[in-house]
């Protein structure tokens, strides 16, 4: 006598893959920054008359070189010196790896916001051990002189002070 064949029943349960979904939805409109980020100015303290203006313009400045007028009129040329450029292949290591580490919270239905945010922070530090490297075109000796030292991208402290980091919600759209 021939058997009737038995057919097999499957449930999946989708709940998991359900907060996966909801979670990589929460992730796609947050983005982390860093660098002059806080649009911080100067203030009426500075030492050499940039009242006013933010420090984000200075960085510029530094970053690609630039042409000056000193107090008494005189064209000062600010070579290039590209330290936010030169930090971009560490900080895309550092995201890279950051991917890595986000997508491992969200797969274990962990928290990933203290993730990105420490991924920001990491990205922040490739831009302060890039300016530590201090390899860029040196300052003139009229500029250590008046500054005491050959310290590039320092004289204030404002401009290494107001390097900052974030993770940010906003929309972004897909393409």
Known sequence: ?????????????????????????????????WGWIDKAKYTAMDQHGRKGMYVAQIAFSNEYGDVIQSKDGKSINIPARPYFFQSIPEAVKVNKQGVFDIALELLNNRPWLPTMNLVAEKSMKTLYQS?????????????????????????????????????????I???
């Open 131 to 171: 300016i530590w490297k201090q390899n860029m075109t040196p300052l003139s000796p009229k500029t250590v002189d008046i500054k005491g030292n050959s310290y590039q991208w320092e004289d204030t402290g404002v401009l290494m002070g107001t390097i900052r980091y974030k993770t940010t919600k906003a929309k």
């Open 173 to 175: 759209k897909d393409n």
């Open 1 to 33: 006598m021939a058997t009737q064949p038995k057919f097999l029943n499957v449930t999946l349960d989708l709940t998991e893959l359900r907060k996966l979904k909801k979670n990589l939805n929460k992730l796609k409109v947050y983005h982390n920054e």
